[in-house]
């Protein structure tokens, strides 16, 4: 059982909370690169519990400071983009994305005043559609050599989107394999060859069987978790009788991404970014090892569930998650539609902002729950002790990098179909 001192330990991420330490040693999705595609590239952020601004300047660069002006604090987010930097339409000060005040033009010509202030600035790096920012101390750590970062603009697609939970329970609900045999269970299979760029919905490699049937008729998979450099690699193990071991492979990359399998041929890197402590964004990076990822159709289908510029889902609890009865019995497990998106909101979202823990009773099948749970307690205590690193690996190097994958391999010996699955994909890839 978990204690409410304990639960804090885990969830509070704003400035000072040792979690929140955590986090800030690894570089965290601050927005999308779209956002920026308007008349004037400015996003007002709130991260980790900071409230902040983005600005992208001329030659493609970002910038990432403080909401408030050091002089009297008005809001930034309305500043003037000029000269690399914000300026303030209060008293013109202009500040670059390193924090420097360049200008202070009320003041008198000779002053030199302008040279010791040093606003909040964090840097910030574009990989794939996501500008990441680093809100730690010191040198930023590298990016792992991860397919999501190598492979080209082409075959990854980016979005978000909002949930009013806090992020760990986010992040649950992605390393938990047996939930999907329930709550993505599909009474009815549609064809999966009409379901590009939806999860679940594809053939399994090397069967006949689409996934939907398979979660839905073999929804007691014995589940394995391994501890890895980059944190923890969760193993589903479906034993299909005659048709072989299904083996789905996801990954938890410490402290808050998932990678798990989105198709044959294409793969999700998600992070669960706390805004505050109520509330978190999902940053998806979906990466293709076949062809270009057709990224109208993804948009497409994304901007019908999903409301700009604020990524709110449509079907949200204030529609109760379109709940709907007759559904319920003869369509899909929930009643909630088809989008999983949907079925996972509702999941974390009705426990309550921040779930009360110490009232859980954890499962066999919460083994990687569990075993994530350790991880990020150890790393949280580290820091709250003041000792250097959180306590775990770095995640570079193609050895060290998560596969998520789904493959059919013997009952006896199942332990290789999957690498060998993997090696297959990536063979094929274009960009590997």
Known sequence: MTSAAQNDLMTLTGPGTAAGQVLRQHWQPAALTEEFDGERPVVPVTLLGEELVAFKNPDGSYGLLGKHCPHRGVDLCYGRLEDGGLRCPFHGWLLDAA????????????????????????????KNGIVFAYLGDGTPPDFAAHD????????????????????????????????????????EDDDPDAGYGLQFRDWTADSDLPMTRILRDFPRPEIRVEQTAYGLRIIALRNLDNRGMHVRVTNQVFPQAIVIPMSNDMTITQWHVPVDDRHCYWYAMFTS??????????????????????YRPRINKSNNYGFDAAEQRSRTYTGMGPDINVHDQWAVESPGAIHDRSRENLATSDVAI???????????????????????????????????????????????????????????????
């Open 99 to 126: 924090g420097r005040c360049l200008e202070q033009p009320a003041e008198p010509a000779d002053s030199r005043t302008h040279e010791k202030i040093r606003h909040t600035a964090y840097p910030c790096v574009e």
């Open 148 to 187: 999501c970062f190598l492979a080209p603009e082409s075959h990854s697609f980016t979005f978000k989107g909002f949930m009013e939970c806090n992020w760990l329970q986010a992040l649950e609900v992605g390393i938990d394999p047996a939930h999907a045999s329930y709550l993505h269970r599909y009474l």
């Open 289 to 310: 090892y076949g062809d270009a990822v057709d990224k109208a159709l993804m948009r497409k289908q994304r901007l019908e569930l999903y409301t700009l510029p604020d």
């Open 370 to 432: 569990m075993a994530y749970r350790r991880l990020l307690s150890a790393a949280a205590r580290r820091t709250r002790d003041g000792k250097n690193g959180d306590g775990t690996e770095p995640s570079g190097g193609e050895k060290a990098a998560p596969i998520a994958i789904d493959a059919i391999g013997p009952v006896e010996g199942w332990e290789n179909s999957w690498l060998e699955r993997a090696r297959q994909r990536r063979a094929q890839a274009s960009w590997a």
